[in-house]
């Protein structure tokens, strides 16, 4: 049972790093972690996935660690758009959304 | 704008009626998703089309019949439908490719808010 476990809630300041984390310690050698996010009442948006090593993109940047039990995603300037619920989910889970952390940015 | 497209955006039915909602993805992806999100709640799983065959049906009532024509095109008809079926329905499509992660990254649209007078 490939499950993930995220923080219910968590704030950040406008223009500051949001560090969102999340437990995967179940997840076997080849499963990618993935992270999605989605603003209210809209359909969630992917962001980005990895393997082993450490990804960015135009997005966020994705933290693994070496024993890839938990990887936390970064939003390196939050900005009060990305104000939503954010989930991460692996492959051995892979059509399943937990309950995500909630992130709101503070003006 | 996600190149995943559903209509109705908004639909009100009462029990008795029959409605279908419909899902057209543009991206050329091979599988097709419908989910269930509740207030408050998180998404829900319902059904999983791979290659135009259904591969997952995760124990929905049968008031819920989906249908995938083709690759592109992806429908949940809807019948006798209860309250509680008041929902936003989301359709999202991924492609599969040999390699990669299976299922890669999934693609959804805007949803179909349905409210069950």
Redesign the interface.
Same mark, same amino acid.
């Given at each position: 049972d490939a499950k993930t476990t995220q923080p219910p809630s968590m704030d950040c300041a406008e223009g500051r790093a949001a560090n969102l984390p999340c437990n995967h310690s179940t997840i076997s050698g080849n499963e990618y972690v993935y992270w999605y996010r989605q603003i209210h009442s809209q359909g969630p948006q992917y962001i980005i996935h990895g393997l082993k090593n450490n990804e960015t993109n135009e997005m966020a940047s994705l933290i693994i660690t070496e024993d890839r039990k938990s990887s936390t995603l970064i939003l390196p300037h939050a900005t009060l758009r990305d104000t939503a619920v954010y989930y991460c989910r692996n492959t051995g889970n892979q059509f399943y959304f937990g309950t995500g952390t909630s992130l709101t940015v503070i003006p | 704008e996600?190149g &995943?497209t559903q209509t109705p955006r908004h639909l009100v039915m009462g029990m008795t009626n029959k409605k279908s909602l419909k899902c057209e993805q543009h991206l050329g992806h091979n599988a097709m998703?419908w989910y269930k999100q509740s207030a408050k709640k998180?998404?829900e799983?319902m059904f &999983?089309y791979s290659l135009e065959e259904r591969v997952?049906n995760n124990s929905v009532p049968s008031r819920f019949s989906p249908e995938c024509p083709n690759s592109s095109h992806l429908f949940l008809h809807l019948h006798t439908l209860q309250p509680e079926d008041s929902a936003?329905y989301?359709c999202?499509s991924s492609l599969l490719k040999g390699g990669g992660?299976?299922?890669n990254?999934?693609?959804?649209?805007?949803?179909t808010?349905l409210t069950v007078l």
């Open positions: - | 996600t &995943v998703y998180p998404l799983l &999983v997952e936003l989301l999202a992660p299976p299922y990254e999934q693609f959804f649209g805007p949803g808010r």
